[in-house]
């Protein structure tokens, strides 16, 4: 198993360029996830998909948009990128292992850059 | 709004020692509380899940505390080692299954 799988690994972008970042994940989960990482701020959730076919909006989903393209793969767009979109973005995938409870598993991440 | 407050400067400890780290929340009632490992330019890993009717969580040398009193979790790693030096992070999750991250606490060990 590979797990979750992101691509690029990193991305020099200039301001008002776009680009998709793409998701796979092999463990037949339901849920994916969507997050950036800035220094001093924590993980922050951009979008979520509970299942194939459903999108919603996170804490930041500003300048973005995703798409569920199939159960394994969770894209996310930057129509034009802003400086203040240079960040460590991760993609997670989850497993439900009780009622409420979920447990992520996240992706290696893709460092974005944008001038 | 909800806040999840973990140290945000770093813990030195010696080799051998007990590492503690803090979490604490406010605006929020989670259901569960999740522990993260994070390494240098990769994802987190999940460690350890606790719930609002444990008082404690246990896995090898890692222990786990949840006080919904004091909203606060304490996460110890006994007889500390230079592979535990990573940045750990707390997410409580409400009932509604999305986790909330806080920004981390960097643990660095030294032999």
């Known amino acids: 198993n590979a797990g979750v799988t992101q691509t690029p690994k990193f991305q020099v972008l200039k301001t008002g360029q776009s680009m998709t970042l793409q998701c796979a994940q092999d463990?037949?989960?339901?849920?994916m996830y969507w997050y950036r990482q800035d220094p001093g701020m924590g993980l922050r959730l951009i979008y979520y998909s509970a299942s194939e076919g459903t999108t919603d909006k996170g804490e930041v989903p500003n300048g973005y948009n995703v798409s569920r393209l199939n159960k394994r793969e969770f894209s996310l767009r930057l129509e034009s990128a802003a400086p203040s979109q240079t960040s460590v973005y991760f993609c997670?995938?989850?497993?439900?292992?009780?009622?409420?409870?979920?447990?992520?598993?996240f992706g290696p991440g893709t460092r974005l850059l944008v001038l | 709004s909800q806040k999840i407050e973990q140290n945000s400067e770093a813990l030195n400890i010696q080799e051998g020692k007990t590492a503690t780290l803090t979490c604490n929340y406010t605006n929020y009632s989670p259901a569960y509380l999740q522990w993260y490992r994070q390494d240098p330019g990769r994802g987190p890993v999940f460690l350890l899940l606790i719930r609002e009717n444990e008082k404690e969580k246990r896995k090898e040398r890692l222990k786990v505390t949840f006080d919904t009193t004091l909203k606060q979790s304490l996460f110890h790693i006994t007889a500390s080692q230079p592979a535990d030096s990573a940045t750990y992070l707390c997410?409580?999750?409400?009932?509604?299954?999305?986790?909330?991250f806080g920004q981390g606490t960097e643990l660095s060990v030294k032999p």
């Open positions: 463990m037949n989960h339901n849920s």
């Open positions: 997410a409580p999750q409400g009932r509604g299954g999305k986790l909330i």
């Open positions: 997670a995938s989850s497993v439900r292992t009780g009622k409420y409870q979920e447990t992520q598993y």
